[in-house]
């Protein structure tokens, strides 16, 4: 089995989020240091919002996000649970030959990217980093229509 090109963590992360359905605005997630260090910074202001907040209300909580608005009404919760299995999915390919659900717990814990019940959002979305499966395309719909759904993850 071949391994994929590495120092491509851009182009996996867009291509995973963007099958997931969600634009992602250059400069934020261009590296794996600016992507860890991004979502948790969203993270942390998401868990005082609430799980309900869109992007948009995320955006104008924080300072330095203005390029997340084009992703201004899907659900917080669901564009950052996103992120995060992108990062671990562009991770994986950029740097192995894939990622494994351990991968993604590994990297969730070593960056602090820890929220309430992540175990069951990514247990419950696996879609989120694997690119095969039937509900992938779904999330996107429910990250902007029912944004609620995703409430166990704040």
Known sequence: MGCYKDGDFHRYFKENMNDLGLPVPEGIFDSYTAATSNVTVLFAALKTLGSGATMGELVGATVGFEKLLVAGAVGASYYLGAAVGSV???????????TRMSDLFALIE?????????????????????????????????GTHQPQSFEFSV
Do not use: K, Y
């Open 88 to 98: 671990a999915v562009a991770t994986g390919r950029s740097l192995s030959c894939g």
């Open 110 to 142: 070593e960056h602090d990217m820890e929220f309430s019940n992540w175990d069951i959002f990514f247990q419950a979305n696996p879609g989120i980093i694997q690119p095969g499966h039937p509900s992938r395309r779904m999330l996107a719909a429910r």
